[in-house]
C-alpha cells in the first residue's frame, strides 16, 4: 500500500511539495504493517534522526504506536488513535441525518450479501467457498472482506452518532 502511495509521489517532486514533517507522517500513517524508523526515512526521504523526531512526535500525539524489540523499534498507526480521529471526522462533518442515512445504506448492503449468499457472517460467507466456482470463489472473497470493513465503518458511524447525545449542541468534545 505505502509503496504504492510513496511510488506515485516519486513520480513527482514531493521532497519539495511538503516538508519533511510531513513526508515523515505521509509514510507512516499508510503502511500497513509496522516499520523502523530507517525504513520510513528512506520512504520519506528524510535523515534517520529527523524521521525518529517527527515519528516520536506521531506516537505522543496517538497517531502511530511503537513497539521496541531489543534495539529495534517499529512504527504503525495506531487503531484506537486513528479510530477517535475518524469518530470526530465524522462528528464533526456530518449531520446525525447524513450519518444516519450512511447506516441505513450500510445495513442495506449487509442483509443483501446475506441474503444472496444465505449467510449470516462473513466467515460463514468465506467457508461457503468449498462450493463455489472460480469467478464465483473471487466474488465471495471480495464481499466478505467489504463486509467486515463495513462492519467496523459501521461501529465508528455508530459511535460518531452516539457523540450527538452526548454533545447535542455540536459543542467540540474539548471544548465540553
Not at 519539495?16 to 499508510?30: D, H, I, N, P, Q
Not at 462533518?93 to 442495506?108: G, I, Y
Amino acid at each position: 500500500m505505502v509503496e504504492r502511495a510513496v511510488s506515485e509521489e516519486s513520480d513527482r517532486d514531493w521532497a519539495g511539495e511538503l516538508s519533511a514533517a510531513e513526508r515523515t507522517e505521509a509514510v507512516a500513517l499508510t503502511v500497513s504493517e509496522p516499520r523502523t524508523a530507517n525504513w520510513i526515512a528512506e520512504k520519506a526521504e528524510v535523515a534517520h534522526g529527523t524521521a525518529t523526531k517527527y515519528l516520536d512526535r506521531l506516537v505522543s500525539d496517538g497517531k502511530l504506536s511503537a513497539e521496541t524489540h531489543g534495539q529495534q523499534t517499529t512504527y504503525a498507526p495506531d487503531p484506537v488513535g486513528q479510530y477517535l480521529i475518524e469518530m470526530r471526522e465524522l462528528y464533526e462533518d456530518h449531520s446525525p441525518d447524513e450519518l444516519t442515512a450512511a447506516l441505513e445504506e450500510m445495513n442495506d448492503q449487509i442483509r443483501t450479501w446475506k441474503a444472496e449468499y444465505d449467510v449470516e457472517t462473513p466467515n460463514e460467507l468465506r467457508a461457503s467457498l468449498t462450493t463455489a466456482d472460480r469467478d464465483d470463489e473471487r466474488t465471495r472473497r471480495q464481499a466478505a472482506r467489504e463486509w467486515e470493513q463495513l462492519r467496523t465503518r459501521r461501529r465508528l458511524v455508530e459511535d460518531a452518532l452516539h457523540l450527538y447525545d452526548r454533545f447535542p449542541d455540536g459543542q467540540s468534545p474539548v471544548s465540553a
